[in-house]
């Protein structure tokens, strides 16, 4: 079994099993041993041709896909055409179904964190909650100083929608670190392995 260095990218990798792709689940076709997340991303709850409805049937069922390890992206976007009442209502539900099936959530957070914090506190949840991609700028940047700060423990990487190899970035991050880069594959290895692996 190959454990992803990847959690979160919207392309297939090249070795299926290398990343988490992610996907909508009225589209969600699995690759052989591959690895995904599925869920309603707040830009497409309502500029979709699939209802919100038949949106959420399909999660339902998609989550207890052997191949799916986690729930998302979910989110809170205060630039997405949806109401942000709306988005809450779509996010509490997914963050609901994610603790029921016992899976991770990827979150999609854009000038939203009280809000999500909100949640947090009203939901409670006991699964894992990681926001992706947090850049705080347009385009294939990261926070060089987050990057520093962050525990070793809760750290992941992740391509998204970026051309770049997640090789490279795994490389980039290491330097930063000031790590080896085995070093740190194997952090992130260990980490991945026991958020989205355990059960």
Known sequence: MIIPADIHTHCQPEVPGEAIVNCFPETFVPQLEGWYSVGIHPWYITSSTVSLAEKKRCLEELLYHPQVLAM??????????????LQREVFEYQARLAEETDKPLVIHLVKAVDELLKLKQKIRPVKPWIIHGF??????????????????????LETDESMTSIDTLYERAAMIRKIPSGELRETVRKNVEEIFFRR
């Open 72 to 85: 998302g992206e979910a989110g809170l976007d205060k630039l997405a055409d949806a109401s942000l009442p």
């Open 135 to 156: 850049r705080g700028k347009a385009g294939e940047r990261y926070q060089e100083e987050a990057l520093r700060i962050v525990p070793s423990d809760r750290l992941f």
